[in-house]
């Protein structure tokens, strides 16, 4: 059998996905990246500020 990682117990979000507990410098991190690429702050990525990410990114 083999080993899987070992995360926190999953839960589905209002949205129905699966969410995996994450610790908390973990979840600063991200919550900060994504705030530098939801440039209006509407909470959402919209199409234009992910290709804008995207540019930055060098993809």
Request: without cysteine; proline residues 2%.
């Amino acid at each position: 059998m083999s080993k899987k990682a070992t995360t926190s117990k999953s839960q589905s979000s209002k949205t129905g996905h699966k969410s995996t507990k994450l610790k908390p410098i973990d979840e600063t991190q991200l919550r900060t990246a994504f705030q530098l690429f939801d440039t209006n702050r509407d909470g959402r990525v919209n199409e234009e500020e992910m290709k804008s990410m995207l540019n930055r990114l060098g993809i």
